[in-house]
């Protein structure tokens, strides 16, 4: 009897064994299973980084070079990060056409994974602003208060070049501030952070994060909101509405002249 006793199994043992392999299985991947998707990303990088470094030669090193060194026609890339690729090739700024006093914007030739190629292999170059996330730019949920301090910050930081509507205006030595309508939030976002040729830069310690998607929202509101007062002459201000006044005032006082000299023609005979 006790030899039967003896080698008798408890009956929870069964359940306490499958419960220690679990936690040995479970315990192990977790160690390897970070390891392994760790690697996979770093070779995921790597491959990315090598096709961005294959379409940079092709494309952009006749200007700043073999290594993204610069040259006396364009400036050195080392550094700049992969927000200011994804905005000077995502608008199309980039491949040049000409050299000239300004990119403009213009179609874009690149892909989106190629753009994001591009724009890792010059971060691999150097430290630099990142591409920002959507919940960084994306004014979508801003409250009405939001955007009114957007406003505040619109007019004190960018007024003078975009003009109160940003409709762009015109600077010195043939350059100009683009208009901001139909700008996608991403690339605003990525022109407050790099400042792009004679745009001052605005980094998060100038502009918080919080106020760049407020300024953002209410650059959105006011290049969608309909124009109430009628035509706008493009929202330029005074110089647009006082031309239109004197050519509407000289048209009309060419036909009061007309009509005088056309009566008074007709009273002498």
Known sequence: ?????AG???????????????????GTYAVIAPQQRAAADAAAQATQIEE???LFAVSCTSCHGLNAEGSKEAPSLIGVGAAAVDFQVGTGRMPAQQPGPQMPRKKVIFTDEEIAAIAAYVASLGPGPSVPAPEQYDPEGLSDADIAEGGELFRTNCTACHNVAGKGGALPWGKYAPKLGGVDPRHMYEAMLTG???????SD???????????IGYVEEITTAPSQGGFDLGSLGPVTEGLATWLIGLAVLVLVAVWIAARGARVKK
């Not at 009897?1 to 006793?5: A, E, G, I, K, P």
């Not at 043992?13 to 392999?21: D, E, I, K, S």
């Open 1 to 5: 009897m006790r030899l039967l006793s």
């Open 8 to 26: 008798r199994r408890h009956r929870f043992a069964g359940v306490v064994v499958t419960l220690f392999a679990l936690v040995v299985l479970g």
């Open 52 to 54: 961005g470094r294959k």
């Open 196 to 202: 792009p040729q004679q745009m001052p830069v605005f």
């Open 205 to 215: 310690e100038v502009m918080t994060p919080e106020e760049k998607k407020k300024l």
